[in-house]
């Protein structure tokens, strides 16, 4: 079967900090992967995804990006934390390919820049 | 992309049925209609998908009429564990899979 992780489960950092949050897939092969960012009562909000490794396309301009060195290995990052950037990060898969699939959803990490 | 309404909020009882209706004026001809469900902390989780006229699976029903234009989702006989957020989507046929999430709408079942 399929499980998505990702770490850490919460996370405080400074204004100003770098960020680096993880999200691996198992069980699944060439998934297309998904970041996205949720603000406290607010819906989510897609901020990357991608259909194969090296492969990222960015929904929102913004100080965050992401990369995918591995298959089932999806990064996001920032060099320089924002207050704005607090929020519910999930990552989620699905299976790859031009057709419409369901997404599963990972644990999140929940972010506040102070 | 296709954008969706759905109401802010609903309140229900503890063994009613609750009707969700969302509408997606603009839906394109490929497009498929997803439901999915979110409790606090968590992330979303898959809970319906269809295309067109009516779905059904062990957790709920998805009714779209002929034009498309909106959908509903019934979640039968509801419990105090179906209190959630629950997000109706456009899903472009033919596309990578990337999602428009809206705010959904905010279940409240009371005993």
């Known amino acids: 079967s399929q499980t998505i992780h990702q770490w850490p489960a919460t996370l405080v950092q400074p204004v100003g900090s770098p960020l680096s949050l993880e999200c691996t897939v198992e069980?699944?092969?060439?998934?297309?992967l998904y970041w996205y960012r949720q603000a406290a009562g607010r819906g989510l909000q897609l901020l990357f995804y991608?259909?194969?490794?090296?492969?990222i396309s960015s929904e929102v301009p913004q100080n965050l990006s992401a990369s995918r060195p591995q298959d089932r290995q999806f990064i996001l990052s920032s060099k320089k934390l924002l207050l704005s950037d607090s929020g519910f990060y999930l990552c989620?898969?699905?299976?790859?390919?031009?057709?419409?699939?369901?997404?599963?959803f990972g644990p999140g990490t929940r972010l506040t820049v102070t | 992309l296709a954008k969706t309404t759905q109401p802010i909020s609903m309140d229900s009882y503890e063994g009613q049925e609750v009707n969700i209706t969302c509408s997606h004026n603009?839906?394109?001809?490929?497009?498929?209609i997803t439901w999915y469900q979110q409790f606090p902390s968590q992330g979303p989780r898959f809970i319906i998908q269809?295309?067109?006229t009516k779905v059904t699976n062990e957790v709920a029903s998805l009714f779209i009429p002929a034009d498309r234009k909106s959908s509903t989702l019934s979640l039968p006989r509801v419990s105090l564990s179906d209190t959630a957020v629950y997000y109706c989507?456009?899903?472009?046929?033919?596309?990578?899979?990337?999602?428009?999430f809206g705010k959904g709408t905010k279940l409240s079942v009371k005993p």
């Open positions: 991608s259909v194969g490794i090296g492969q």
């Open positions: 989620a898969w699905s299976r790859g390919g031009p057709s419409s699939y369901e997404q599963y």
């Open positions: 269809g295309y067109k």
């Open positions: 989507l456009v899903e472009v046929g033919g596309s990578q899979g990337n999602l428009i």
């Open positions: 069980g699944t092969s060439n998934p297309n």
């Open positions: 603009n839906i394109a001809t490929n497009d498929y």
